[in-house]
C-alpha cells in the first residue's frame, strides 16, 4: 500500500520517496524481510534544499537506513527562495532505489491482487 501511495510508476524500477524516517525504515523492512531483496541491490539518494546542504543529512539517512556508504548515491540539492530554515529537524527526502525491473513488476501485481481482495 505504501508503494502504491509513494512509489514510482514511470521508471519502472522500484523508487520510493518519502521524507519520514519511519516509513523509510518500514519500506526498508518489507524489502528485507518480506520481498528478500539483495542488500547490494538497494540504493539511496537524497534530495535537500540547498539551505540545509550543511545539515550532514546523508549521516544521518545512512544511520537509519543502514545501508552502506557506497550505496549512496549522489545528493541532490534543490534551489530554493528560504534563507531561514523552518524545519530544524528536516533530513530532506530520501529515496530508495533497485534498479532491477523485477521487483517493480513483482509489486505492482501484489497491489493488483491486492485491489481484486478489497
Not at 520517496?17 to 538497494?42: C, G
Not at 528560504?82 to 497491489?111: A, D, F, L, M, P
Request: with cysteine; proline share 2%; net charge positive.
Amino acid at each position: 500500500m505504501l508503494y502504491w501511495a509513494e512509489g514510482g510508476k514511470k521508471a519502472r524500477s522500484f523508487q520510493f520517496v518519502n521524507s519520514d524516517w519511519r516509513i523509510i525504515q518500514l519500506m526498508l523492512r518489507f524489502l528485507r524481510e518480506i520481498a528478500k531483496i539483495d542488500e547490494e541491490l538497494i540504493k539511496i539518494r537524497l534530495y535537500i534544499h540547498e539551505i540545509y546542504k550543511d545539515e550532514n543529512c546523508e549521516k544521518f539517512w545512512l544511520e537509519i537506513t543502514q545501508i552502506s556508504p557506497q550505496f549512496l548515491q549522489k545528493t541532490i540539492y534543490k534551489p530554493s527562495l528560504h534563507k531561514v530554515k523552518k524545519n530544524k529537524n528536516y533530513k530532506g527526502c530520501c529515496r530508495i532505489e533497485i534498479t532491477q525491473s523485477e521487483i517493480y513488476w513483482k509489486i505492482i501485481k501484489w497491489q493488483e491482487l491486492l485491489f481484486e481482495q478489497i
